[in-house]
Nanobody, 121 residues
Framework: QVQLVESGGGLVQAGGSLRLSCAAS????????VAWFRQAPAKERAFVAS????????YYADSVKGRFTISRDNAKNTVYLQMNSLKPEDTAVYYC??????????????WGQGTQVTVSS
């Protein structure tokens, strides 16, 4: 079992930055791929970024490529999402997930409760 708890969300002006953290518990966390998804009101949950279990391979949605960076520290059981040059369309609840490397939420077995990110124009 893996438990995930996100933090770091908040309100920021367009062009600003935020860093989200996802603290994991469970002895097998380091063996899972991790990802960030986001869900805006009345929209489906959308893939943002993923990392393999070692953090050596990452993948990003086109909408965030060049602005967001996913990283992980297995020694600290923590995953990060550094978000720069934020835009109002980045406003959503952001979720951390652990599972198999994929862009579909169906491939992830464990989810956090989400953290709200709001970008004002």
């Amino acid at each position: 079992q893996v438990q995930l708890v996100e933090s770091g969300g908040g309100l920021v002006q367009a062009g600003g930055s935020l860093r989200l953290s996802c603290a994991a518990s469970g002895r097998t966390f380091s063996s899972y791929a991790v990802a960030w998804f986001r869900q805006a009101p009345a929209k489906e949950r959308a893939f943002v970024a993923s990392s393999n279990w070692r953090g050596t391979s990452t993948y990003y949605a086109d909408s965030v490529k060049g602005r967001f960076t996913i990283s992980r520290d297995n020694a600290k059981n923590t995953v990060y999402l550094q978000m720069n040059s934020l835009k109002p369309e980045d406003t959503a609840v952001y979720y951390c997930a652990a599972g198999r490397v994929a862009t579909s939420p169906d491939e992830y077995d464990y989810w956090g409760q989400g953290t709200q990110v709001t970008v004002s124009s």
